[in-house]
């Protein structure tokens, strides 16, 4: 059974409101997609060609206008905020800025923990399993303490990433996740998911505009343009060999 199943998906903006009238933006278009678990779907495509949008609707930031979104064969695209709940612990996101992800007031410790202990974690176990994903993305254990800025953007998005882990996602979607990090840091950071998927099986849904790192992880792509998914198939077919 599949991790994620869009089917039909699309989403228009605005329309709503006189004050938007004629303002209808379709960012996304009749997107269907499958990711199994323990695979990597890169979705690629220019600036504006829908893929934020289409993470948004997979992780119902947004409502959706049509179609459906399957998380482990339940659908979930027409979910309230009550019947999503058990599901925003299933599916987790790491942003470009870190600070989308990351509370700068918050200690690396407090926020890894507050997920967990929101959805009943005891904090004892919670803080122990803090420690355990530290180590698991490669920082030391007294970074524990430490406020994100005292960290290097590399750095952040790794406190980011054992974030999104705490919750034990079987969907983690990366959007524009190391688009802002040299080329070195990024491949330290695309390492460690590959690591992570090795170890954990989870799905990853990799949003990004750039091919060459879209080749470094994914499994397969789709292409998107103007909102529509215009060519979907292995890596290697749709890419070429890097
Ligand atoms: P990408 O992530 O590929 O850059 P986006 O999903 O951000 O593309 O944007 C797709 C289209 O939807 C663009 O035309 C963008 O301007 C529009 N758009 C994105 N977010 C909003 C929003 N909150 N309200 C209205 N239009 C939006
Ligand atoms: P992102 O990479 O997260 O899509 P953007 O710079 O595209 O960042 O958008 C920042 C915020 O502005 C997002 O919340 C997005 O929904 C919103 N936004 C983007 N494009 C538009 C638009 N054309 N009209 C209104 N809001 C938009």
Do not use: W
């Not at 997609?33 to 890169?42: A, D, H, I, Q």
């Not at 200690?107 to 904090?123: A, D, F, K, L, W």
């Amino acid at each position: 059974k599949p991790t994620l199943v869009v089917s039909d998906l699309n989403k228009v903006y605005g329309g709503g409101g006189f004050l938007k009238r004629g303002a209808e933006t379709h960012a996304v278009k009749d997107v269907s997609l499958e990711l199994m678990s323990g695979r990597t779907l890169g979705v690629v495509g220019e600036s504006g060609s829908g893929k934020s949008t289409l993470a948004r609707c997979v992780m119902r930031m947004i409502d959706i206008t049509s179609g459906g979104v399957k998380i482990g064969g339940q659908e979930i695209g027409q979910f309230g905020r009550r019947a999503m709940h058990p599901y925003r612990k299933r599916l987790q996101m790491v942003f470009q800025d870190p600070y989308r992800s990351l509370n700068p007031r918050l200690t690396v410790e407090q926020s890894i923990v507050e997920g967990p202990v929101n959805y009943g974690m005891p904090r004892k176990e919670a803080r122990a399993k803090a420690a355990e994903l530290l180590d698991l993305v490669g920082l030391p254990t007294n970074a524990l303490g430490r406020y994100p800025h005292m960290f290097s953007g590399g750095q952040r998005q790794r406190i980011a990433v054992a974030r999104a882990l705490a919750m034990e996602p079987e969907l983690l979607v990366a959007d524009e996740a190391v688009s802002a990090l040299d080329v070195s840091v990024q491949a330290q950071v695309l390492d460690l998911l590959d690591e992570i998927q090795d170890r954990t099986g989870i799905a990853i849904l990799f949003i990004t505009h750039d091919l060459r790192v879209a080749a470094q992880v994914c499994d397969e792509v789709a292409v998107m343009h103007r909102g529509r998914v215009v060519e979907m198939g292995t890596t290697r077919d749709v890419l070429g060999n890097p």
